[in-house]
């Protein structure tokens, strides 16, 4: 079974652009989350969304957005991209519970 | 605020050697902890213990959630140079309206041959 994929793999920008990311579930998971994890420190949790609705958001700025689709499939937007928005940005998809199965991440350069 | 934190922050060992790995938490609405191993990107699930499963094992490794004094150990035996990677813990909050998880900030373990 495929695991949870993520494009793009690599992604360079430039400060005030936006970028979008996107992730496409295990089959089956209807559960998409979204975390940022910066170099040398833990996941940090951004958005979840069940059922294309969103069911929890962490503390960003709301120049982070995101949506899913109707197959289950999510996409991260940043506007007005920071330097310290520079991170892996990694998908999880979840059957429904507590249970997380992460995707390769994209990693963003921000320059 | 929920606060995760693990210990320690980074370990060096040799092949065949035993070690343990910590997690203490302070959060609200406790549901599940989590261990994942980072080795390159994606953090790969390993174990997630919850109230009515405090234990669990898998080969070489184990895990065990202690509820009273809010932590987890992670257990690793015999260690090959393959499990050299981040081992990181996570507590997974919230209801069946929404669900998170806060990561601690991982341990770096590096296996010696």
């Known amino acids: 079974d495929a695991g949870v994929t993520q494009s793009p793999t690599h992604l360079i920008k430039t400060r005030g652009q936006q970028v979008t990311l996107r992730c496409s579930p295990i089959s089956g998971h209807k559960s998409v989350s979204w975390y940022q994890q910066v170099l040398g420190q833990g996941p940090q949790f951004i958005f979840q969304y069940y059922e294309k609705e969103e069911r929890g958001r962490g503390n960003f700025p709301d120049r982070f957005s995101a949506r899913q689709f109707p197959n289950y499939s999510s996409e991260l937007n940043v506007n007005a991209l920071l330097l310290g928005d520079s991170a892996l940005y990694l998908c999880?998809?979840?059957?429904?519970?507590?249970?997380?199965?992460f995707g390769p991440g994209t990693r963003l350069t921000v320059l | 605020e929920d606060k995760v934190v693990q210990s320690p922050l980074s370990l060096v060992v040799h092949e065949g050697d035993t070690v343990t790995l910590n997690c203490s938490y302070e959060?609200?609405?406790?549901?599940?902890l989590l261990w994942y191993k980072q080795e390159k990107k994606a953090p790969t699930f390993l174990f997630m213990l919850?109230?009515?499963?405090i234990e669990k094992k898998s080969g070489r490794l184990s895990s065990i959630l202690d509820k009273k004094e809010l932590s987890s150990i992670l257990n690793i035996t015999a260690t090959q140079t393959g499990d050299s990677a981040i081992y990181l813990c996570?507590?997974?909050?919230?209801?069946?309206?929404?669900?998170?998880?806060?990561f601690g900030g991982g341990t770096r373990l590096m296996v010696k041959p």
């Open positions: 959060v609200t609405n406790f549901r599940s």
């Open positions: 999880a998809s979840s059957p429904g519970g507590y249970e997380q199965f």
């Open positions: 919850t109230s009515s499963g």
């Open positions: 996570a507590v997974g909050t919230g209801n069946n309206a929404g669900n998170m998880l806060t």
